[in-house]
């Protein structure tokens, strides 16, 4: 089996069904579909002998075990693609009856590759406001509805759905204090002073977009370092177009203005790396590094032994004061370090004193430019 995981909207129904037409398709998310697989789930599963896509399958996670028996009964690849939007409930149903029957694929959003298929890639700015969810480009939805009536679904929904809350308000406001510190390390009990809940409840709360593929979590680096280092994680939107629109960024001429500018520009820039990488089947090592002395990079990428130091800026014009952080990296005794890329948003790629420095808008494929693969 294949089970393929992402956010809601991110088009696991588009990708399964292009790519499988013949293959019945039902979705758990529907009412009567969903009990008529929980009233009787052999009978269910009979009209797909053959084999089928079952969609939102968190939704009934004890359907697993008696997929789990149609599979062991024959070993045929690919008889059964599942999607699912909600992490917890798929990987503690997967760890019990799936284990080593299934391949685990992610799906996000557009990334800038696929964005290319529908013109020009355009100013970064304006990607940030528009986001990269399927629809919003396909339909050429205005994005400020599209995210209000997404906010909307996820809130009344996914959140009741994974935790007991009662003032669906509270937590719209979370979320919105949340976008304002993207790209930067949470500190609870702040935010839990802002939104007027204990730094437990907050806590509980984190866990609800990052188990929804709303956020994601960039991890600190500190392995061999003696060094005091930071190492709680960085939070970063998985579509950044929410993120602006929880901020009230729309035109783009606001968000390249807005004090958050550098921050928006490096989540759209990781959150494209990870999303290269994630549809080749990775899962990539990424990293952030900072000291106790405010020594920071970026983005560090361990791939096949090395580390790769990666400044992101969202200046136009580039300046050798860019590269400091990255030389200053390289004399840590961490292994093989590699000379380093800076992304920027200006329109020259060069290289200086070893180092590259490129677009990312006008890469082909940021994952094998920055790792080499093939």
């Not at 693609?81 to 557009?110: D, N």
């Not at 969810?133 to 809130?155: A, D, I, K, S, W």
């Not at 808008?361 to 093939?374: N, S």
Request: proline share 5%; aromatic share 10%.
């Amino acid at each position: 089996m294949v089970t393929i995981l992402g956010p809601r909207q991110s088009g696991k129904t588009t990708l399964t069904q292009t790519t499988f037409p013949d293959m019945p398709c039902l979705s758990l998310e529907d009412p009567d579909v969903r009990m008529a697989a929980e009233a009787d789930p052999r009978g269910f599963l009979a009209q797909m002998e053959g084999g089928g896509i079952l969609e939102e399958v968190q939704r009934l996670p004890a359907l697993l075990s008696y997929i789990q028996g149609l599979v062991d009964k024959s070993r045929k690849r690919g008889r059964f693609i599942l999607t699912g939007s909600h992490q917890p409930r798929l990987h503690e149903a997967i760890s019990q009856s799936l284990a080593g029957r299934t391949a685990m694929l992610t799906l996000w959003p557009f990334s800038l590759r696929e964005i290319r298929g529908y013109g020009s890639v355009r100013d970064p700015f304006d990607l940030i406001c528009q986001g990269f969810f399927p629809r919003v480009h396909e339909e050429g939805l205005e994005p400020r509805r599209f995210f209000n009536g997404y906010l909307q679904t996820y809130v009344e929904r996914d959140v009741r759905a994974l935790i007991q809350l009662r003032d669906l308000s509270l937590f719209q406001k979370f979320l919105v204090l949340l976008a304002g510190r993207v790209g930067q390390i949470v500190n609870l009990a702040s935010l839990g002073s802002d939104v007027g809940a204990s730094s437990t409840t907050i806590r509980n709360w984190l866990s609800v977009p990052k188990a929804s593929y709303v956020l994601f979590e960039l991890p600190s680096f500190f392995e061999n370092v003696r060094k005091r280092l930071i190492k709680s994680p960085k939070i970063y939107f998985t579509d950044l177009g929410l993120g602006a629109f929880l901020l009230g960024i729309h035109p783009a001429e606001q968000a390249s203005r807005d004090p958050l500018r550098g921050n928006l520009y490096e989540n759209l820039v990781i959150a494209d790396i990870v999303k290269a990488a994630l549809n080749r089947g990775i899962r990539p090592e990424i990293y952030f590094f900072r000291d106790s002395h405010g020594n920071e990079v970026d983005l560090l990428i361990r791939d096949k032994g090395a580390l790769t130091p990666v400044e992101i800026k969202s200046a136009a014009t580039f300046s050798t004061g860019f590269l400091k952080q990255l030389e200053w990296f390289r004399t840590l005794n961490l292994g093989r370090i590699l000379p380093g890329v800076v992304l920027y948003n200006g329109d020259q790629s060069f290289n200086v004193r070893g180092v590259r420095v490129l677009n990312p808008l006008h890469v082909e494929d940021i994952w094998q430019t920055l790792t080499g693969v093939e």
